[in-house]
């Protein structure tokens, strides 16, 4: 589906967190981003969506340097907006409207939130909804806008075990044509999904399995 197949970080260094002279390749696929709290995992993904900017070197998409790649990469919000009064629907429409290229059908829209259990929670206002809910319907919404680049901050946490088995199960779906980063504390879910993970350590020198 994408011609393009690969992110390369190249000698990239960020103001926040230990990243230092990080140079990594991620191809399609699932790869996960691991280490101590404080050592970058978060800046790391909002550098690659274009959220912040590395103090030195060069993220690509492919073999073409992209500084500004919003139409090919999202991060998944990690708190719904506070706008108390909108609807669940509402917002997984406004994200899937910014990937108009990408974005998933009407059908798979219906099949995530049907398997998420969220065909209920699409008219509720935000302000009603638990962190769990407001989690899984921003999950839902980076799934179904469907870029090349998928990123994840810490994604299963706030949502029950059956959400997680289903979560991991429509991941798993994009291995063959998207690019995803997942940070998280928890490895042992993602072991059978993962085709890399990448650990940022103490000193922040980054070892890759």
């Not at 994408?2 to 960020?14: A, K, M, V, W, Y």
């Not at 708190?79 to 059908?105: H, Q």
Request: aromatic share 4%; net charge neutral; proline share 7%.
């Amino acid at each position: 589906m994408n011609s393009i197949e690969s992110l390369g970080l190249h000698e990239l260094t960020l103001p926040f967190g230990q990243v230092r002279a990080l140079t990594r390749t991620f191809g399609l696929g699932l790869h996960l981003v691991v280490g101590p709290n404080g050592i970058g995992k978060t800046s790391l993904l909002r550098a690659i969506a274009g959220a912040l900017s590395p103090m030195t070197g060069v993220i690509r998409l492919g073999d073409v340097p992209m500084k500004r790649h919003s139409d090919r990469v999202l991060l998944a919000p990690g708190a719904p907006p506070a706008i108390p009064w909108l609807r669940a629907g509402m917002l997984i429409d406004f994200v899937t409207s910014l990937y108009p290229s990408s974005r998933r059908s009407l059908e798979y829209r219906t099949h995530v939130l049907e398997q998420l259990h969220l065909s209920h929670a699409v008219d509720a206002p935000l302000g009603t909804l638990s962190a769990g809910m407001s989690k899984k319907i921003l999950l839902a919404a980076t799934l179904i806008a469907a870029p090349l680049v998928m990123l994840f901050d810490e994604p299963i946490n706030e949502i029950d075990a059956a959400s997680r088995d289903v979560l991991l199960t429509l991941l798993a779906d994009y291995q063959r044509d998207r690019i995803m980063l997942v940070s998280t504390h928890h490895v042992d879910p993602f072991r059978e999904v993962a085709a890399s993970m990448l650990t940022l350590g103490e000193t922040g020198v980054p070892s890759v399995s």
